[in-house]
């Protein structure tokens, strides 16, 4: 193989593996995060959906004080509960307030994971066309079609 084409394979190769696969890891590992959201909004609306219909006036519980240590807590009214809104803000909400706020915050969490997972395809489909172009290049026979894992 010629110096020019072994060059183009190794710059083809450099961008997948320097820019490509990292973008992906990072798309990845982002929309992890926002499914970890996801689920403590759908964990609170489920609490607050069972205060509601057991009709709890006030409750006792364990509340986690870091390092995995446990206080014993009383809540004396559970009327009104307090929301972590991001950068570290709370917000005092009534149970129909709550469930109106996480239903709007569970729209954009539907919106991010969307916008995350088409933008993992694409990377992955940048990915396979390099690699093509390297196949290609390198004058390799196509590759069968082989089931895709799933990120």
């Known amino acids: 193989m010629d ?11 450099e961008f997948v593996d320097k820019r490509l ?10 929309r992890d995060k926002v ?3 996801q689920k403590i909004f759908a964990d609170l609306r489920r609490n607050i959906e069972s205060l509601e219909k057991n009709s709890v006036t006030s409750l006792r519980t364990l509340v986690n004080i870091g390092s995995e240590v446990y206080l014993q807590a009383e809540v004396p009214d559970t009327q009104r509960i307090f929301v972590d809104v991001g950068f570290g803000f709370h917000v005092e909400f009534t149970w129909s307030e709550a469930l109106n706020y996480i239903e709007k915050r569970e729209e954009k969490i539907t919106r991010q994971i969307e916008e995350y997972t088409q933008l993992i395809a694409s990377i992955k489909a940048q990915i396979k066309l390099v690699c093509e172009g ?10 069968k079609s082989v089931p895709e894992r799933i990120f």
């Open 134 to 143: 390297i196949r290609e290049l390198l004058q390799l026979p196509a590759e």
């Open 21 to 30: 696969k990292p973008d992906l890891i990072h798309a990845i590992n982002q």
């Open 3 to 13: 110096s020019s084409r072994q060059d183009k394979v190794r710059k083809f190769e």
């Open 35 to 37: 499914f970890e959201q």
